[in-house]
Structures are given as C-alpha cells and as structure tokens.
C-alpha cells in the first residue's frame, strides 16, 4: 500500500515568510509525529498527534512553530516568520495505533531552505 | 537526558566485508531501539525493532544485537553490496520520553565499494 508522503518535498523561501508542509500519513494509522534533521544530525522530535489531537509538543522549538491534524488523517507543520536557522528536513512519520512498541514508518521529508 | 551515539561516523568497506555498526546509549531505561536506513535524500526506512526483553533481532543479512545494561547495540550486516550503502540510524524509545518521542543518534555513513 502507499506510504508516508510530504508535499512539498522541496521548499525554498525568504527569512521572515510562512511556510506550510503537509503530511499524509498511510491510511488508518492513528499516530503520527514530526521530526527534523538538521545537516550532519540525526532527527529530532517535535510533535506527536494521537488522533486529531497533539499529544505532544514537547519538542517544537518555540511559539513560530504550529502544527495541526483537523481530521485525524492529514496534517499540517506551519512555521511562522522562518529564519535561517529553521533550514532542516521536515520528516513525518505514523503508526498504527501509537505506542513506544511500534515502528514508525518514515515519509521522505521536505527539505525546506530558509534564504 | 538520553543521548544516543553512534560510532563510527563513517566507514568504507569492499564489498562481500561482513561489518558492524555501534550504538550506545546513556540511559538503559528503554523500551525498545530501533534501526534505520537513510538513502540520500530519502526518508527512513526501519531495518530492525528490538525490544527492551529481547536481545537480537535478525532479517535477512542483517542481525542487531541489544544489550541493554552496558547500553549497547550493535548492527551486523554480512556480505555487505554495494546497495548497502546508505546512512544507518539508531533510535530508543526512552522511559522519560513522550510516547512519541524517539531519540536519534546522528548515524553512521557507510559506502560499499564494488
């Protein structure tokens, strides 16, 4: 069946700008999460949606970052006045049911460029 | 805080070389690890699980041991190809973590040379 998918895969704009990356998750999981991997790193948590709420925001690195899930499929990572440093992949991941005993089945990331 | 580590960084290897992969972790309070692969410009692709009770786990050519006291791991790829080449990931579901959060290392670049 189909995978993860992220649209847009690549996505350049100008510091001060707001960008949306949108995740599709493979259909019926319940779980989905998003990370970000900085050059050189490994993927960093940032929010955890069970269902349509988040059940976890720990990681969003300050108040430009939101993300939303309205209908507990389809979900969408906003990032408000980007800055340079925001430059990173954007991967979204989801699970069946959510859970530290599943695997996570990974999408293959926008690549978002701050200029 | 957990941290997760991978050594080495890099590794070059001919083909048919049977290698390893390192991982270390700080905190063995997990609840499983995980090891993935990463294409360039790819997304991740989950290798192998290994539950906290567990101690390996094996697919194919690929065997990831867990040793959860030391806070070790480690991933055996036999008769390595050249389509082997990717970045290898590894990741713990901590205790002290969300139910989402998975703690990466920062990987381990390996090229297969023909």
């Known amino acids: 069946g189909a995978g993860v998918s992220q649209t847009p895969s690549n996505k350049v704009t100008e510091k001060g700008k707001y960008v949306e990356l949108r995740c599709d998750p493979i259909?019926?999981?319940?779980?989905l999460y998003w990370y970000r991997q900085s050059l050189g790193q490994g993927p960093e948590f940032l929010i955890y949606f069970q269902g349509t709420g988040a059940a976890d925001d720990s990681g969003l690195p300050n108040d430009r970052f939101f993300a939303v899930r309205p209908e507990g499929s389809v979900s969408t990572l906003k990032i408000q006045r980007t800055e340079r440093g925001d430059s990173a992949v954007y991967l979204c991941?989801?699970?069946?049911?959510?859970?530290?005993?599943?695997?996570?089945?990974f999408g293959p990331g926008t690549r978002l460029l701050v200029l | 805080k957990q941290e997760v580590t991978q050594i080495p960084a890099a590794l070059s290897v001919p083909e048919g070389e049977n290698l390893v992969l390192n991982c270390s972790f700080t905190?063995?309070?997990?609840?499983?690890l995980q090891w993935f692969r990463q294409d360039p410009g790819k997304g991740l692709t989950s290798l192998l699980l290994?539950?906290?009770?567990?101690r390996e786990q094996t697919s194919g050519r690929l065997n990831a041991s867990l040793d959860k006291s030391s806070g070790r791991s480690t991933l055996y790829i036999a008769a390595s190809q050249p389509g082997d080449s990717a970045t290898y990931l590894c990741?713990?579901?901590?205790?002290?973590?969300?139910?989402?959060?998975?703690?990466f290392g920062k990987g381990t670049k390996l090229s297969v040379k023909p």
């Open positions: 905190d063995s309070a997990i609840y499983n």
């Open positions: 990741a713990v579901y901590h205790y002290g973590g969300s139910q989402g959060n998975l703690i």
């Open positions: 290994i539950q906290s009770s567990q």
């Open positions: 259909s019926g999981h319940t779980a």
């Open positions: 991941a989801s699970s069946l049911v959510g859970g530290r005993r599943e695997t996570q089945y």
